[in-house]
């Protein structure tokens, strides 16, 4: 029983992620079936003030380790430091975000830590044999259920999987420091960049028409941009590779590494709905997907599924919108 | 520029088709690949092999690996990325088509790896079969050397002793700077556009052996973790399927839209 469940907060400067705030449900569901208490953790510098928030926010103790090494994300210290913490404090679950830190250091730590490491969990199963953990393969077309055998497991949470939970009570405050000495890298350190938004803003789009990597040709996109222009208030959008493959601006990426949005409808054409990219648009109000294999992950995100090839069914669909407004 | 006899690692995955159809088989708590199923390099992996024959061309001296675990038919990336330029292949051959754990897979290619000096070791950010995001920063974890995912830039120093690198991160920004070599990067597509074999080369690798090492990893008892059961995702939504023909289906489409207001 004295195993607890650690979360890493994650923040940037500061500021908490709201991912921070899933892993508090990730954890208390975790607690029901283990009855562990719950614990928190903060790395960064000067980070006394957030782990206070953190910890009255979600009434759970925070260790915080403030150095200024730590200022920004580093693989190296994080691992040396969260290794060396967690070796101390046995911890039956660690839970990160799956986010470009988490994904980074986790697989590492838990090899280091001989834990068991789940990475992108979507759900959990508890069953009479304990904790199961859900994550998504083959492109979202199948749900894997894995099993921990060790006595730690580190889980990355899937952004968007678990509403984020409020504070049970009002709770004080309850933050204590960690000291431990914190080398320099000797991997060498990298330095944030960031990169001032530009282009559009998909947020403003009542209608979005995303085209995925099934439209096959830039040509294509012609026809796409035609069936958002059917729409008032409307935009198109991309799935990664028609990013990638600089048919579109950066501005119009839809998912974790691009915009998250929300539009009253969003058409998907020809994307397989990967979970990298449903994390972005799972927020819709309507969602109609157009793809030519009808056991795409994306119809499971959907509320209209159109099995068809979207080069022939576009262009059948605008024809017969064009004539309704005569 | 100097002679600087780079030696690579690159892993490389061979993986399903987006379209081929995956149904689970309930005997082995796994899945099969349907019918006609294609499988091709893991495109993550394609933008990895590109990025190291990107460096042979700046240092000539450079040596590029590839190596897969898999089946037999994974040879077939191999064979693929050695058309795109690299010089060597290895194959660690699973006896199973079944589940390999991350850990299994990464200890595999660890040690296989382990004596053979490499500076540079490029994976994928991410395998789009088992999308774990592990192998990378596994393999990196067990040789001991910097780690960098997701990294949308590379460029080797002229003195081939650190390598400039841009990772992706959250919002658009990255994060960069000079990471000391021996390190290894997962990569995230974007960073370049990977070649198409060339056919001469293709011919040049049919001719050369690909070492194999046998190896069992589907009982592999030592990983921290199993994999249970497989089963359908959960819907989120209604997910309601138009039936007919494609007029039939436009039309019931532009009615639903028309009830909901999108088309006035
Ligand atoms: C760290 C990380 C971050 C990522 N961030 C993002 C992100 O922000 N956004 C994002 O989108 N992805 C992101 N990805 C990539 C993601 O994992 C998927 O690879 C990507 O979303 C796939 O895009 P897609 O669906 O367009 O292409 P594919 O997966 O190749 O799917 C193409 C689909 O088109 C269908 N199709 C083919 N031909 C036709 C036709 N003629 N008519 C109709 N349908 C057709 C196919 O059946 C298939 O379902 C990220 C990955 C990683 C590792
Ligand atoms: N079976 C494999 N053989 C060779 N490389 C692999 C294998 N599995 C994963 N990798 C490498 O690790 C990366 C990440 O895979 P994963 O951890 O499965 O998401 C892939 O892009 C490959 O570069």
């Known amino acids: 029983m004295n195993h607890p469940i650690v979360i890493i907060v994650e923040h940037a400067c500061g500021e908490i992620r709201p991912a921070a705030y899933e892993l508090v449900t990730l954890a208390r569901t975790i ?21 206070e928030r953190f910890s009255a926010a979600c009434a759970v103790p925070v260790t915080a380790v403030s150095d200024i090494r730590l200022r920004g994300y580093n693989a190296e210290l994080y691992t040396m430091v969260l290794k060396t913490l967690l070796t101390g404090v046995q911890p039956a679950y660690v839970c990160v975000s799956h986010s470009s830190q988490g994904a980074d250091f986790v697989p590492g730590l838990a090899l280091h830590l001989s834990a068991a490491c ?55 405050a309850c933050v204590q420091p960690f000291d431990i000495t914190v080398p320099d890298p000797s991997f060498g350190s990298l330095v944030l960049e960031t990169v001032p938004s530009e282009g559009i803003d998909l947020s ?15 040509e294509n996109l012609d026809v796409v941009q035609q069936l958002a222009a059917q729409f008032p208030q409307s935009a198109t959008c991309g799935s990664r590779p028609i990013i990638d493959a600089g048919w579109m601006p950066y501005s119009r990426q839809v998912g974790i590494t691009g915009a998250t949005v929300a539009p009253s409808l969003y058409i998907a054409c020809g994307i397989s709905g990967a979970s990298q990219h449903v994390s972005g648009m799972r927020s819709a109000g309507f969602v109609v997907s157009i793809n030519s294999d009808p056991g795409a992950a994306i119809f499971n995100a959907s509320d209209i599924c159109i ?20 | ?28 708590k796994w ?24 460096i042979k061309e700046a240092f000539p001296d450079t040596v590029i690996d590839v190596i897969t675990v898999g089946p037999e038919r994974a040879e077939a990336v191999v064979r693929r990325s050695m058309g795109m330029g690299a010089d060597n292949g290895a194959h660690i051959l699973t006896e199973t088509d079944g589940y390999v754990d991350a850990f299994a897979t ?12 490499y500076d540079l070791i490029l994976t994928g950010a991410m395998s789009e079969d088992l999308m774990q995001a592990q192998v990378g920063p596994l393999l990196a974890a067990h040789l001991e050397v910097a780690c960098i995912s997701s990294t949308i830039h590379a460029e080797l120093a002229a003195d081939a002793k650190k390598i400039y690198v841009e990772r992706e991160v959250e919002g658009g920004s990255r994060e960069a700077g000079n990471i000391n070599l021996p390190a290894l990067l997962t990569i995230q597509t974007g960073i370049n556009t990977p070649r198409y074999p060339a056919l001469s ?12 090492v046998e190896a069992d990893l589907s009982e592999d008892a030592s990983t921290p973790q199993r994999l249970v059961d497989v089963s359908l995702p959960e819907k989120t939504r209604d997910a309601v399927f138009l039936e007919g023909s494609t007029a039939d289906k436009a039309e019931q489409l532009l009615n639903i839209l028309k009830e909901r207001s999108f088309i006035i």
């Open chain 2, 201 to 212: 080369k293709l011919l040049r690798a049919n001719n050369k052996d690909i070492a194999v």
């Open chain 2, 106 to 117: 990464a200890g595999a290619i660890a040690a296989h790896a382990r004596n053979k000096q």
């Open chain 1, 118 to 172: 789940i990475s992108g969990v979507e759900g959990v199963h508890a069953g009479e044999e304990g904790l199961r953990f859900y994550r998504s393969i083959y492109g979202g077309k199948i749900r894997a259920e894995i099993k921990p055998v060790a006595a730690t497991t580190v889980l990355t949470l899937q952004p968007g999987s678990f509403k984020p939970d409020a504070a049970e009570e009002e709770a004080e």
């Open chain 1, 307 to 326: 099995v068809e090839n979207l080069s022939v069914f576009i262009p059948v669909l605008i024809e017969q919108i064009r004539n309704f407004h005569g």
């Open chain 2, 31 to 54: 899945i099969s690949v349907g019918g006609a199923a294609e499988y091709r390099m893991n495109r993550f992996d394609e933008c990895a092999v590109e990025a190291a024959v990107l």
């Open chain 1, 31 to 51: 607690r029901e079936t283990t009855g562990s208490e719950i614990k928190a953790v903060v790395l960064g510098d000067n980070i006394q003030d957030a782990a």
């Open chain 1, 204 to 218: 403003e789009a009542k209608v979005l028409v995303a085209a995925g990597r099934g439209i096959g040709e830039e």
């Open chain 2, 1 to 28: 520029m100097q002679n600087a006899g780079m030696k690579i690692l690159v892993c490389v995955k061979q993986v399903p088709e987006a379209e081929a159809q995956i149904s689970i088989d309930a005997s082995t």
